[in-house]
């Protein structure tokens, strides 16, 4: 595999470029994200390709922090409800199964923050949406290692390649490698001997939702925990060495400290949103899994609130970590309601299911009758200036509820912008 270096000289001209049509589309110069590319070219017109959808052609420029501000000043802690927008969230339940609950923030600049909600402390099986915890941790550690130089923590995201090895595996979720001299571009699952950039493991966590990309995100934060200032020349040699000698029950520490003790400084609670098993099997092979995983609505939105106000580790990196939230892949349940096709969306979605024989039911992928958790968090920003935060989660059995999630975005989108 062939990557493009880059100089910190060059990340310093390319993070004030303008130009470019789409975030993250336009920042493969700064990321060194090969998919970046490729989008790049369809943009362009130069590979054919499907394009994203209107909503996913924000600039990197474009994108900012919302609540740098007094209204993110006076979000110290949630606001009470808003009784008309209380109402209206309200109004959209009556007609579904009572395994939901919500949070939601309208932020629109102009009017008062107003918060509605539905069951917000009830807990779920985060799934995939966990995996936002896992990149918080990267950047508390990087932050860590380059504490006076963002640049820095850049640099080695965009330069530093590590191998996947069995802590990938297995996820059925593909992921988009594309060869920048042939200019071919191909979707498989990931496999134990490949090689990518940070930048693009996070990216392929993020975008796809990859498993096996969550647990080398995890590893390579826990690596960042050990070894510090000395992570940056770490090899694959001396990592297997340290996870090799290291007694499990220690690794197993070390990973939930590394994933949860952030979410801890932004104030969310161990019962609002935990981490304890890591995303493939091959991972938890390594380092067992300890205290189980947890998430509701209220401390997904407390992360939502704390990046949005640039105290996610920092500034820099709550925006950066914004950017990598975008969605410039495939919409899927919440995002791909048609409503929010013009609005730019940072979203992440997770689902988990499980299920046991049952005389005259036939289980099927998502459709779990044991447990059927299905995740939705959202940032939504339309052209008018609308901008909301949302945290759905759903636990409904021997259901697919990826139609309602997308039913539900339309109708809470309708019920913002009418109030």
């Excluded at 979000?75 to 939901?100: H, R, T, V, W």
């Excluded at 960042?224 to 690794?251: H, I, Q, V």
Aim: hydrophobic share 40%; glycine share 6%.
């Amino acid at each position: 595999m062939v990557f493009r270096s880059i100089a910190l000289t060059v990340i310093l001209v390319c993070i004030f470029s303008t130009g470019a049509p789409s975030y993250p589309i336009d920042a493969y110069q700064l990321t060194n994200i090969r998919r970046l590319d490729y989008l790049q070219q369809v943009v362009d017109g130069d590979i054919k390709g499907t394009l994203p959808v209107p909503g996913a052609m924000k600039s990197i420029n474009d994108i900012c922090l919302n609540l740098m501000n007094p209204m993110g000043d006076s979000l110290y802690k949630i606001p009470a409800p808003d009784p008309a927008l209380q109402k209206a969230l309200n109004s959209l339940f009556p007609g579904l199964n009572e395994n939901y609950s919500v949070a939601l923030l309208d932020i629109t600049v102009g009017r008062p923050a107003r918060y509605a909600s539905r069951k917000e402390t009830a807990g779920y099986q985060p799934g995939s949406v966990g995996k936002l915890a896992v990149l918080l941790a990267v950047f508390t550690e990087l932050a860590k290692i380059y504490p006076d130089s963002f640049a820095m923590r850049q640099e080695l995201l965009c330069t530093k390649e590590v191998r996947g090895g069995v802590w990938a595996l297995t996820d059925e979720h593909t992921v988009s490698i594309f060869n920048t001299q042939t200019q071919t571009l191909k979707k498989r699952q990931v496999q134990a001997n490949d090689v990518f950039l940070l930048y693009e493991w996070l990216d392929y966590m993020m975008s796809v939702s990859n498993n096996g990309a969550a647990a080398v995100c995890w590893r390579e934060a826990i690596l960042m925990r050990a070894f510090g200032k000395d992570y940056p020349n770490l090899t694959e040699a001396k990592a297997e060495e340290y996870f090799k000698a290291t007694p499990k029950s220690e690794l197993s520490e070390l990973a939930i400290q590394v994933v949860n003790d952030p979410l801890r400084e932004l104030g969310i609670a161990h019962d609002e949103w935990r981490l304890g098993t890591m995303f493939t099997s091959g991972a938890s092979g390594r380092i067992p899994p300890k205290g189980g995983s947890i998430g509701t609505p209220l401390g997904l939105m407390k992360f939502l609130i704390k990046m949005e106000r640039g105290l996610a580790v920092d500034e820099e990196s709550s925006l950066e970590m914004k950017r990598l939230f975008y969605m410039t892949d495939r919409r899927i349940r919440y995002a791909s309601a048609p409503a929010l096709r013009n609005a730019a969306v940072y979203f992440k979605s997770g689902s988990l299911y499980k299920c046991r024989p049952e005389e005259g039911y036939s289980c099927a992928k998502y459709k779990g009758n044991v447990d059927n958790f299905m995740n939705s968090v959202a940032i939504i920003e339309h052209p008018d200036g609308t901008t909301y935060m949302v945290a759905l989660m759903s636990n409904v059995r021997k259901k697919n509820s990826a139609n309602d999630h997308m039913a539900l975005a339309a109708a809470i989108d309708k019920k913002v912008r009418g109030l």
